[in-house]
T-cell receptor, first 109, second 115 residues
Framework: DQQVKQNSPSLSVQEGRISILNCDYT??????FLWYKKYPAEGPTFLIS?????DKNEDGRFTVFLNKSAKHLSLHIVPSQPGDSAVYFC????????FGQGTTLQVKP | DAGVIQSPRHEVTEMGQEVTLRCKPI?????LFWYRQTMMRGLELLIY????????DSGMPEDRFSAKMPNASFSTLKIQPSEPRDSAVYFC?????????????FGPGTRLTVL
């Protein structure tokens, strides 16, 4: 059973607007959460992470929010740029990393 | 450093054939991971090694799959016999520490097509 779910396979956003990517999880024992970004024909690369003891972590245009009561994680990209177009994977750690299915983000110029 | 190196980048084979995927991790990384990416399940961890020793192979789908790490700079993932449902992109990743304590660095992947 999928412990980490990204229910939106794709998202399309206009350049300059906010992109919000969502992730839900079921295991309350996860202690660390990460987002990876993947371009075509390349491997995923680390983007941003958050510990379960925090509810927000910011790095430039990227902010990750954690709502533990709802078991929900989100990644905000503001402002979105065409170069942000990629597949985004959320991942959660319980000894090892468990990844979601990925969301394809398209940022239109 | 060249990063994680995988070969081949593409593999097309016929059902029943043996397939071997190769990975060279980043020098000095103690952990090596094999993942499989499919549309339905996203990135699935198949197996990971620590200091060349398999630690968790619970993600290996069937006995047809096997992985080895004979030394710190080389690992293989073998599928024998291959089946069409094995078609996917297989990634190798390495890190200094397991899980999210340290960033996992991924290779470019091997796209496997089994006809």
């Amino acid at each position: 059973d999928q412990q980490v779910k990204q229910n939106s396979p794709s998202l399309s956003v206009q350049e300059g607007r906010i992109s919000i990517l969502n992730c839900d999880y079921t295991n309350s024992m996860f202690d660390y959460f990460l987002w990876y970004k993947k371009y075509p024909a390349e491997g995923p690369t680390f983007l941003i992470s958050i510990s379960s003891i925090k509810d927000k972590n910011e790095d430039g245009r990227f902010t990750v929010f954690l709502n533990k009561s709802a078991k929900h994680l989100s990644l905000h990209i503001v402002p979105s740029q065409p170069g942000d177009s990629a597949v985004y994977f959320c991942a959660a750690r319980s000894g090892k990393l468990i990844f979601g299915q990925g969301t394809t983000l398209q940022v239109k110029p | 450093d060249a990063g994680v190196i995988q070969s081949p980048r593409h593999e097309v084979t016929e059902m029943g054939q043996e397939v071997t995927l190769r990975c060279k991790p980043i020098s000095g990384h103690d952990y090596l991971f094999w993942y499989r990416q499919t549309m339905m399940r996203g990135l699935e961890l198949l197996i990971y090694f620590n200091n060349n020793v398999p630690i968790d192979d619970s993600g290996m789908p069937e006995d047809r799959f096997s992985a080895k790490m004979p030394n710190a700079s080389f690992s293989t993932l073998k599928i024998q016999p291959s089946e069409p449902r094995d078609s996917a992109v297989y990634f190798c990743a390495s890190s200094l520490l397991a899980g999210g304590l340290d960033t996992q660095y991924f290779g470019p992947g091997t796209r496997l097509t089994v006809l």
